[in-house]
């Protein structure tokens, strides 16, 4: 798996989010362009934000037990995978606007790099590793940009 805290990595990454226009059309799922981006965004919103509110300690219990495997590991998504509500966007989004917010996540997450990952607490699934951080990362943005084809 690529690595997001790699220089060269990220580049190729917001290399392919540059390929993207406003009018690119998914293979498969519902979402428009802008909004996967805006999507993609909350990944980074809930590592350097406090915008979305952490779950209970039930909610965060079920999710560590039944969802952080399949997040973190290197295993691809499956396509039209179920997603978390906060990472439903059903509104419109400025392509612009969310585009250049996730380059600055991708280019902010790669200057902290891994070591700054190492052990820091996941709102949802509680501390991860460097490893763990990057996969969840990057299988997220890699499957979206595939999903719109680049």
């Given amino acids: 798996m690529k690595n997001v805290f790699n220089l060269d990595d990220s580049n190729e990454i917001i290399d392919r989010i540059g390929k993207l226009t406003p009018d690119t059309k998914g293979l498969w799922g519902k979402m428009s362009v802008a909004q996967m981006l805006a999507h993609c965004n909350v990944t980074y919103e809930m590592a350097y934000e406090k915008k979305h509110p952490a779950p209970n300690a039930f909610m965060k219990f079920i999710l560590k037990l039944l969802v952080k495997k399949t997040v973190v590991n290197e295993t691809p998504y499956k396509k ?8 439903i966007i059903k509104d419109e989004k400025d392509f612009e606007v969310e585009k250049e917010r996730l380059i600055n996540y991708i280019k902010k997450t790669q200057e902290l790099g ?12 509680g501390a991860l590793n460097k490893t763990e951080w990057n996969n969840m990362f990057y299988k997220h943005l890699d499957h979206h940009l595939q999903q719109f084809g680049v």
């Fill in 114 to 125: 891994a070591s700054y990952f190492e052990g820091k607490e996941s709102l949802s699934f």
């Fill in 80 to 87: 039209s995978s179920q997603t978390a509500p906060a990472f």
